[in-house]
């Protein structure tokens, strides 16, 4: 439910919209928890689901990796002269590297692999399911195929975007690293101690627990969230009437709370 849906339906329509609200994230909490529980089934890892899992993480992580970390490297390559520069103006080089690591490294690094894997396949939805649900046109027998393909690739796409996440974020990091390093200390191997004592100290107990499970929640959010919002549209297509990918706002809001939440474990 929307605000501007709230603001143009009446007031005794809201408590049903409210209603649908939450069914939305039951259903997607719903299928997080069937999705993680058919990945840890047995029965589940037959030769057709271990070949579509391979293909899905080829698709998400393997074809878009190589261009993503140029891209990366590029973007926090201008970032880290930016912070050395200002850092050197007010004589506080002494900090720069610290505060490169904390803000490229642990915070925005993981949400811009998040981000980007959503939007490379979190995000890409069907075209005829889009086609069909902004029709109107009753989906009961129109999309038996769609739903039944959808529940077949579930797991494989669950798991190829929760990986892909974790692969860019973990390639992206350590290439950040590098460059860090290198724009501080020059190719001299004289200044590792210094460097990995300055990293060792921002990745303290407290801080790589919460970069691993914040890394691995953006992950399963990536792979849940956008494959319950497809399943609620094909099962109520005629609801759905915005321009807007079902599952985006949705998608966007859990990962800044996740953010929110470990910035607030981390800083306060």
Known sequence: MTLSTLITTPPRRWGLYAARWLAGWWHMLHLGAVALVMAMSPSTWNRANRLATFRHIYASTWQVLPWFTVLTALVSLVVIRIVLVTAQSYGLSRYALEMVVRVLVVELLPLSAAMFAALRAGMAFDATAMGLARSGVDPAAATGEALRRLRRDLVPQVIANAFAVLS????????????????????????????????????????????????????????????????????????YRSNVQPGALRLLFVLLLIEAGSLAVKYI
């Open 168 to 239: 860019l974020a973990m390639a992206s990091s350590i290439i950040v690293l590098v460059l860090a390093y290198l724009n501080v200390y020059g190719l001299s191997p004289w200044g590792l101690p210094d460097y990995t004592r300055t990293v060792g100290r921002v990745f303290d107990p407290i801080v790589t627990t919460s970069f691993v499970f914040k890394t691995v929640l953006f992950g399963l959010a990536v792979a849940v969230i956008p494959s319950a919002a497809m399943l609620e549209l094909l099962r109520h297509a005629r609801r």
